[in-house]
């Protein structure tokens, strides 16, 4: 009888829901089945035991499908199949009742699930403090989603009750977590709600009329010093004074209830990552998101002090790098809420923190580079660079972290790694066909972090105990004395780590770029949460959605090591290869003949796009041929092609979101196995590559190739319906999407905007001037441009600070509901495969594969 009581693994694996209802009905008929039987020498209404278990084995697997239903939005499924199990019984227990009020609430009805709730709580019946709580907290939860009572109220009347309920019971760690994160997550929202409210901006702009109203009339009263004061005058005075002092005490309230909802907010969110793992794939970034939002400000700063005392510091781990970039040489109290949490961070886990560290610290010297004509790069002289306070207080915190006993010999482990890294990335190389590694390069010669720290590019899982043990981890065991050199001018390395477990490790070292590498590392970063939104939701985990990434270890503002994805070669290579193999009439040189319409002098976005389409009549798609060659079965042959279909969907649909630009055809990897795609060089985001010399209008590539690897049915498909479902997942948790973006708003290190390299600007152009030259310069006048429009930059912010707003901005309208899923996509795909915006775009891109 156990296994009718067990529904959970059904719902927790990841089943589709017809198949946990095929499962479920199969068990009730069963049941039913066995309880007839059994009431046929059942006496009047008198149950048996057995008889009576049968019921409540029904009971349950009917309840199990109600959540399974609601889960996945079958919410007529779900109440169905809660009335059934309501019938069963003669009064309705407690369990039968908070799932018949959660699916109301599924319902969009709020007010009776509300009602329903209330009963719950009001007969009782329960003694456990932790259920009353949960019960309490939900109920405050759904009175504030619905506004039908007051914040204060709610606050008052079910939070703090639930808190003082969980108080009672210190053992049910996850029931605690869940009202702490009920009450967190209420007490954001009414933070946020403050913060965007226009309320205090109405009343600071009343306080400065009035303050001038009463300058106004106090001089009136200076002027007849001496004189009779006119009696109205003293009067109006007055008056303005009592209304000033109204005002001031309306702001003062105000502030006081935004920020105790504030540190509410990051109190709780604090005591739910310490109760529990349960939700710490959005909690930690909430909680980051609230206190580098209000970095600087110090009412809050004791409040967060304690928090961050209460928090795991593994959790913090993920955004290390947004952390660590704010760290500064002052004696402020954000800098003494923030350094020993840094401290900790290193010393429990270093192999997760210290790099980020160490990317901080000032560099000695900058090399100036030279590069021939013959591609040789020779290092020119040498400059010292001014340290910054940033990179000051990061080289004071390695240098603890290397004279504490404790942390010396793992911190002095990586930096060796790291100081032998960033050299080898650095030291000049030539085209020639020997690439043996210098005998004087650190690199060969690892001592301290040989079999003590982990390989820079495998993956380290975190070690709750922070122990680390090497027994534990693929640690360093040495580097391969020869490498080779990838494609470009900048001539990146690649060469083997060789790791205790006996594999070989491919990396990619990066030195003297013009690009910073940790724009890349974020955009990674971005993609791990993406995957993590993505691995929750039952559709979109059922058909394995998720984005392929690579680990980016910065070193330095333009260096680092980049994980080299095995076994893949980019679609330019292949398709290079393949259309003149397949198409061998097809038209020849067609980007040369592309670059010349590009490049004539009568060149229009017109004629280009008449010449494009005329080229395309005689070059036609072989991506169809890519499966075939790589899987000779059947089964293996579409199973890769649906592993490409999913791939190209979600990418497409993300890439838009994040207006990820510059996807040409050498930044796309192909898996030689598995058929998925991989995205690298992701530098131009945020719409970026609408600002390029010859704009990219499509949201993401969708070219004729692209189309034809997805087979008969093309963009209708597979593809249609899984770009639907990631969108569709996005949007529903697109407050996690922002939260994380918000993070990045605040990471002082983090480029919005393409740098002019990358854009190729002309020399002459000045990026110091804006049109905000052209609006007239006045102090108030920028006040009450800000205050009135509610937004969070003025004339005196800076570039940078337009530049994050501009990003967010972009990203939350795509992430908004104006157009249902379908209609957004089909408009999508029509805009990616428009001939207009492939003929117009720059030749480079490959609107031809």
């Known amino acids: 009888?156990?296994?009718?009581?067990?529904?959970?693994?059904?719902?927790?694996?990841?089943?589709?829901?017809?198949?946990?209802?095929?499962?479920?009905?199969?068990?009730?008929?069963?049941?039913?089945?066995?309880?007839?039987?059994?009431?046929?020498?059942?006496?009047?209404?008198?149950?048996?035991?057995?008889s009576q278990t049968l019921l409540d084995v029904e009971k349950i697997c009917l309840l199990g499908l109600s959540q399974a239903a609601r889960e996945t939005r079958q919410n007529q499924i779900a109440l169905n199949s809660v009335f059934r199990a309501k019938n069963l019984e003669d009064i309705p227990s407690f369990v039968v009742t908070e799932e018949f009020a959660s699916v109301l609430w599924a319902h969009k009805e709020e007010k009776h699930a509300v009602e329903y709730l209330k009963d719950l709580r009001r007969v009782g019946g329960n003694s456990d403090p932790i259920w009353q709580a949960r019960v309490t907290a939900r109920l405050g939860s759904w009175t504030s989603e619905a506004c039908l009572e007051q914040p204060s109220f709610i606050k008052h009347e079910f939070f703090e009750k639930a808190i003082s309920l969980i108080k009672q019971n210190a053992h049910d760690s996850e029931g605690r977590a869940s009202v702490c994160h009920q009450f967190a997550k209420f007490a954001e929202a009414q933070y946020k709600a403050a913060l965007d409210s226009p309320d205090l901006i109405r009343l600071n702009v009343y306080k400065e009329r009035?303050?001038?109203?009463?300058?106004?009339?106090?001089?009136?009263?200076?002027?007849?010093?001496?004189?009779?004061?006119?009696?109205?005058?003293?009067?109006?005075?007055?008056?303005?004074?009592?209304?000033?002092?109204?005002?001031?005490?309306?702001?003062?309230?105000?502030?006081?209830?935004?920020?105790?909802?504030?540190?509410?907010?990051?109190?709780?969110?604090?005591?739910?990552?310490?109760?529990?793992?349960?939700?710490?794939?959005?909690?930690?970034?909430?909680?980051?998101?609230?206190?580098?939002?209000?970095?600087?400000?110090?009412?809050?700063?004791?409040?967060?002090?304690?928090?961050?005392?209460?928090?795991?510091?593994?959790k913090l781990v993920f955004l290390a790098h947004q952390i660590f970039s704010r760290i500064d040489k002052t004696d402020s109290s954000s800098q003494?809420?923030?350094?020993?949490?840094?401290?900790?961070?290193?010393?429990?886990?270093?192999?997760?923190?210290?790099?980020?560290?160490?990317?901080?610290?000032?560099?000695?010297?900058?090399?100036k580079i030279d590069r021939r004509s013959s591609g040789r790069v020779s290092s020119g002289r040498t400059t010292e660079l001014p340290p910054t306070g940033r990179s000051l207080a990061a080289k004071i915190i390695f240098?603890?972290?290397?004279?504490?006993?404790?942390?010396?010999?793992?911190?002095?482990?990586?930096?060796?790694?790291?100081?032998?890294?960033?050299?080898?990335?650095?030291?000049?190389?030539?085209?020639?066909?020997?690439?043996?590694?210098?005998?004087?390069?650190?690199?060969?010669?690892?001592?301290?972090?040989?079999?003590?720290?982990?390989?820079?590019?495998?993956?380290?899982?975190?070690?709750?105990?922070?122990?680390?043990?090497?027994?534990?981890?693929?640690?360093?065991?040495?580097?391969?004395?020869?490498?080779?050199?990838?494609?470009?001018?900048?001539?990146?390395?690649?060469?083997?780590?060789?790791?205790?477990?006996?594999?070989?490790?491919?990396?990619?070292?990066?030195?003297?770029?013009?690009?910073?590498?940790?724009?890349?590392?974020?955009?990674?970063?971005?993609?791990?949460?993406?995957?993590?939104?993505?691995?929750?939701?039952?559709?979109?985990?059922?058909?394995?959605?998720?984005?392929?990434?690579?680990?980016?270890?910065?070193?330095?503002?333009?260096?680092?090591?980049?994980?080299?994805?095995?076994?893949?070669?980019?679609?330019k290579s292949w398709l290079d290869r393949a259309h003149v193999r397949y198409r061998p009439n097809d038209m020849r040189n067609i980007v040369k003949k592309l670059a010349e319409q590009q490049k004539s002098p009568g060149s229009t976005p017109e004629a280009n796009h008449q010449f494009y389409v005329q080229c395309m009549k005689n070059f036609k798609p072989v991506m169809r041929h890519y499966f075939t060659e790589i899987h000779k079965t059947p089964i293996a042959w579409f199973r890769t092609r649906l592993n490409y279909t999913r791939s190209v969907a979600t990418t497409s649909i993300v890439g838009h979101i994040l207006g990820l630009g510059d996807r040409h055809t050498s930044n796309i990897l192909m898996d030689n196995s598995k058929g998925e795609v991989i995205h690298i060089d992701l530098g131009v985001a945020f719409d970026q590559g609408k600002l390029l010399p010859v704009p990219e209008n499509v949201p993401f590539r969708m070219t004729p190739d692209m189309v034809d690897g997805m087979g008969i049915s093309g963009t209708n498909g597979v593809f249609q319906r899984c770009a639907e479902e990631t969108l569709r997942v996005l949007r529903d948790e697109s407050d996690v999407i922002m939260t994380v973006l918000q993070v990045f708003r605040y990471d002082p290190l983090y480029n919005w905007t393409m740098s002019d390299y990358k854009m190729k600007k002309q020399?002459?152009?000045?990026?110091?001037?804006?049109?905000?030259?052209?609006?007239?310069?006045?102090?108030?006048?920028?006040?009450?441009?800000?205050?009135?429009?509610?937004?969070?930059?003025?004339?005196?912010?800076?570039?940078?600070?337009?530049?994050?707003?501009?990003?967010?901005?972009?990203?939350?309208?795509?992430?908004?509901?104006?157009?249902?899923?379908?209609?957004?996509?089909?408009?999508?795909?029509?805009?990616?495969?428009?001939?207009?915006?492939?003929?117009?775009?720059f030749y480079g891109w490959g609107p031809y594969y």
């Not at 809420?337 to 000695?364: N, V």
């Open 210 to 314: 009035k303050e001038k109203e009463l300058r106004h009339y106090e001089q009136l009263k200076h002027e007849q010093k001496g004189r009779i004061v006119d009696k109205n005058l003293a009067n109006t005075i007055a008056a303005v004074q009592k209304v000033l002092a109204q005002d001031n005490k309306a702001t003062s309230d105000f502030i006081s209830s935004r920020d105790a909802y504030l540190k509410q907010a990051i109190e709780m969110y604090s005591r739910c990552l310490e109760a529990s793992d349960k939700f710490d794939a959005d909690v930690p970034i909430r909680f980051c998101s609230l206190w580098l939002s209000n970095f600087d400000y110090d009412p809050i700063q004791e409040k967060l002090h304690k928090a961050l005392q209460r928090v795991p510091s593994r």
């Open 336 to 367: 003494k809420t923030l350094q020993p949490t840094m401290l900790q961070m290193c010393t429990e886990h270093p192999f997760h923190s210290l790099y980020q560290l160490y990317c901080l610290q000032p560099p000695k010297t900058q090399t």
């Open 1 to 50: 009888m156990e296994i009718f009581l067990d529904s959970g693994p059904y719902l927790e694996s990841g089943f589709h829901f017809d198949d946990i209802e095929s499962i479920m009905a199969t068990r009730i008929s069963l049941v039913k089945s066995a309880r007839r039987k059994e009431q046929r020498h059942q006496i009047g209404t008198m149950h048996s035991p057995f």
């Open 763 to 841: 020399a002459e152009i000045d990026d110091s001037a804006t049109t905000t030259t052209m609006i007239m310069k006045n102090p108030e006048n920028e006040r009450i441009l800000t205050e009135r429009l509610g937004i969070g930059i003025n004339l005196d912010s800076t570039r940078a600070q337009e530049d994050a707003d501009r990003a967010l901005m972009g990203v939350s309208g795509k992430l908004s509901r104006n157009l249902s899923v379908a209609a957004a996509v089909r408009t999508l795909v029509a805009e990616a495969t428009d001939t207009y915006n492939l003929g117009t775009i």
């Open 399 to 571: 240098d603890k972290l290397l004279n504490d006993p404790k942390t010396r010999t793992r911190t002095a482990a990586v930096q060796e790694l790291c100081d032998a890294s960033l050299k080898f990335a650095n030291f000049p190389v030539s085209q020639s066909k020997e690439k043996k590694v210098p005998d004087d390069q650190p690199i060969r010669t690892l001592h301290l972090s040989r079999g003590t720290v982990p390989v820079i590019t495998a993956y380290t899982p975190i070690d709750p105990t922070m122990r680390y043990d090497p027994g534990n981890c693929v640690c360093v065991d040495k580097y391969a004395s020869e490498f080779d050199t990838a494609g470009g001018i900048n001539l990146p390395k690649i060469i083997f780590c060789h790791g205790t477990d006996g594999k070989k490790y491919k990396q990619l070292f990066k030195g003297d770029q013009k690009d910073d590498l940790r724009q890349d590392a974020v955009m990674e970063q971005v993609f791990d949460l993406v995957n993590v939104v993505l691995n929750r939701d039952v559709e979109t985990k059922r058909r394995n959605l998720y984005i392929r990434g690579y680990k980016v270890i910065p070193l330095a503002s333009q260096a680092g090591i980049l994980e080299f994805v095995g076994n893949t070669t980019t679609l």
